[in-house]
């Protein structure tokens, strides 16, 4: 029982980590910083931190294939972080994390394209209840809401990738332990980051970007790049993809109060509503599934 609610508490890290994102990327924005400074110097964080773990960690010799097969894994990583930053660029934190949101739905269609698994008729209707409660929390029925479609569009492209990088580093290297291979997936989202914004930037230098922005860039690397592959890789296999569904979640609260008590956002009461909504639509569609599990085991 206690193992089992330290791999709970590690899916639950992971997922809060993600919502601390979006919060530290407007607040690099505002020291002066840039989509390019943003990208880069998180990998490059996340890169360090991850060498230092590997040096004292367990690693083992992997095949070529399997080495290459993770890097390509880092190329959905990079783009999450390349069209999320992007949309929050037009788009508050609040409003954009909840596009983000919808890697949870986009799951089940990767699934279904990939794997041939075809959701059940609560899962879809699940799926129906949180799209309809993300509309509502994103604010796009009210007026009083400032809504940008470009940053929205950046924002729902992100959470295409994220669904797909969950997905692929499922399935990919499950063999390699996790702290060598969320080594390697940096070195292939930074590749490419790389690849993308530096032949685009203006200029690579740092002048006008105040001093304060090295931590937020240290923290965006150990938040975005490092902890939630660890934490994830540690407790998804543990407690299976319908917990791990719902711990997950974490993300948006953290989103949510952070970018209220960190940039002064305003979240209008019909848009909480659209929270409790989306909340409702995760449990619904995953609890049962839990439960099924456990009769058919005791039969």
């Not at 690849?195 to 240290?218: C, H, N, R």
């Not at 923290?219 to 997950?248: C, D, N, Q, R, Y």
């Not at 909504?277 to 099924?292: L, P, S, T």
């Amino acid at each position: 029982m206690k193992s089992t609610w330290l791999y709970s508490l590690a899916v639950l890290i992971g997922g809060a980590c993600f919502g601390i994102l979006s919060t530290f990327v407007k607040i690099g924005y505002a020291q002066g910083a840039d989509l390019v400074h943003v990208v880069m110097t998180q990998f490059f964080f996340g890169f360090i931190i991850l060498a230092i773990l590997l040096a004292f960690s367990t690693r083992k010799k992997i095949p070529l294939k399997t080495v290459l097969a993770l890097l390509a894994c880092g190329i959905p990583t990079g783009l999450t972080g390349i069209f999320y930053y992007h949309s929050l660029q037009t788009l508050d934190a609040s409003l954009a994390v909840i596009f983000l949101f919808q890697f949870v739905w986009i799951g089940s269609f990767y699934e279904f394209i990939f794997a041939k698994k075809v959701p059940s008729k609560r899962r879809l209707l699940s799926i129906v209840i949180l799209i309809g409660g993300s509309i509502l929390a994103a604010g796009v029925l009210q007026t009083a809401v400032q809504f940008d479609w470009v940053g929205a569009f950046w924002a729902l492209l992100s959470a295409f990738c994220s669904a797909l990088f969950m997905y692929v580093t499922g399935v990919v290297g499950t063999e390699v332990p996790v702290v060598q291979k969320g080594f390697i997936i940096s070195i292939g989202g930074f590749l490419l980051s790389a690849l993308i914004l530096v032949p685009s930037a203006e200029t690579l230098s740092f002048a006008g970007i105040e001093s304060g922005f090295v931590g937020i860039a240290f923290l965006l690397g150990l938040f975005g790049i490092v902890l939630p592959p660890l934490m994830f890789s540690i407790g998804m296999p543990k407690i299976g993809s319908g917990l791990g569904a719902i711990l997950s979640t974490a993300e948006l609260p953290v989103a949510l109060i952070l970018s209220i008590a960190l940039l002064g956002e305003t979240i209008l009461p019909m848009q909480w509503v659209g929270v409790a909504i989306i909340f409702a639509g995760i449990f619904y569609g995953n609890i049962e599934r839990k439960k099924v599990r456990y009769t058919y085991a005791r039969d």
